[in-house]
């Protein structure tokens, strides 16, 4: 009997063991959200704060955001800057943008955890007192009404040869750029329009733009020269259609494309701006003989193309005061085309530039504010090109 008795406690204390490792396993408050079977998924489904997985390990979480870093929750009004623009469609992207470019990707995405959202009037950021600082320096820059519509004179031009600098190098004042075979230097108006003037006299002066350009202060503007180029891209067989064949063609677009997005600094006096530059060029068409056989004709052959390309990818940021000039100078790139002031014959040829280079040359330089648009409008308008932004 003794034995029975001791046999029945050593089961009972060896079932509340189990039990109670069981229940050390499951971390508190998450019997409800692990692993949840199809029904009780569906009748838990409607209840606040279930979580229903199929592998990971999800939990509601403390339900309050952390802050071992000190983080804070801060909400700035950028009505002042949305409200202005009627284009772009979410004019708060580009603070979006630029916090990410000042801050780098990772800030927001790793340790400490930090929040960034925006809508039409509010910017929402969740970050340590540090960050909070850099981003309110960034929204005093868009909201400042000092940058409404700045007028910038953007001149993309390219010459033959780079021996321009032997005499224009005692006007120059150089600043710094990471990208190799590219440099950049700032200048005097006076001087720059002295250097633009002794360009235009070189028979190899090419210019690729419209001078006058309006920005809305940190928004992106597009300066784009080019063309599309066909080519025989492949060989389709289709037995019983003569001849046997047919070749599809292929579209390539060729040119330049210059993407500039200024920020004026809180106390007006210099210019914080984003400039990218790509170009395509096809710089050759590599024939290519395909067999081609059918029953009439069994050695038939046709010829497709395999274009060969030319990529350049440029993107910097420059900071310069706002009361002088900056020049870029890409190096000797593929020649964007068509080139704007060409003869009929260099136009008229698609070949006639392939493979080309130049040396490409970007001025930029502060005009000032715009005059309002109700006194802009009394005054005769010439057709200018479009420029289309982009995100």
């Not at 406690?9 to 508190?28: F, G, K, R, W, Y």
């Not at 997985?53 to 071992?68: C, E, F, K």
């Not at 063309?227 to 001849?243: C, D, F, I, Q, S």
Request: with cysteine; glycine share 6%; aromatic share 6%.
């Amino acid at each position: 009997m003794a034995a029975r008795i001791l046999g029945a406690a050593a089961l009972v204390l060896l079932t509340i063991s189990i039990a109670c490792a069981q229940a050390a396993d499951a971390e508190p408050g998450d019997a409800k959200n692990w692993r949840s079977t199809s029904s009780d998924g569906d009748a838990a489904s409607g209840r606040s704060g279930s979580i229903t997985t199929t592998s990971a390990r999800v939990s509601a979480g403390p339900g309050t955001l952390p802050n071992d870093h000190g983080q804070v929750w801060r909400e700035y009004d950028i009505s002042p800057y949305t409200s202005r623009l009627t284009t772009p469609a979410r004019p708060q992207q580009a603070i979006i943008d630029r916090v990410l470019q000042e801050t780098g990707y990772e800030a927001w995405h790793s340790e400490p955890l930090g929040i960034l959202s925006a809508t039409s009037k509010t910017l929402r950021v969740y970050h340590t007192p540090k960050m909070q600082a850099i981003v309110a320096d960034l929204v005093d820059r868009f909201v400042t009404s000092e940058a409404e519509n700045l007028t910038f004179s953007l001149r993309v031009l390219t010459l033959d040869h780079p021996n321009w600098r032997r005499q224009a190098q005692p006007l120059l004042t150089s600043v710094p750029v990471r990208t190799a075979g590219v440099s950049a230097w700032v200048l005097e108006k006076e001087n720059a329009a002295m250097l633009l003037a002794e360009l235009k006299r070189r028979s190899d002066y090419r210019e690729h733009s419209s001078p006058h350009l309006m920005v809305n202060n940190g928004q992106s503007s597009f300066v784009s020269t080019g063309r599309p180029r066909t080519y025989l891209r492949e060989v389709e067989l289709t037995a019983g259609v003569w001849p046997g064949y047919k070749v599809n063609s292929g579209q390539i677009d060729e040119g330049l494309t210059l993407e500039f997005a200024p920020l004026l600094s809180t106390d007006g006096r210099s210019i914080d701006s984003v400039i990218k530059c790509d170009i395509d060029q096809v710089e050759k068409m590599v024939p290519v003989t395909i067999d081609v056989p059918s029953q009439a004709s069994p050695r038939q052959t046709t010829q497709i193309e395999v274009p060969q390309l030319v990529h350049y990818r440029f993107q910097e940021r420059f900071r310069w005061p706002v009361d002088q000039v900056l020049l870029v100078d890409f190096g000797m790139v593929a020649v964007p085309v068509p080139i704007e002031g060409a003869t009929l014959i260099e136009s008229l040829l698609p070949l006639g530039n392939a493979g080309r280079r130049a040396n490409l040359l970007v001025f930029i330089e502060t005009r000032g504010r715009s005059a309002p648009a109700a006194e802009v409008a009394r005054e005769p308008r010439t057709a200018t090109k479009s420029y289309h932004g982009r995100y």
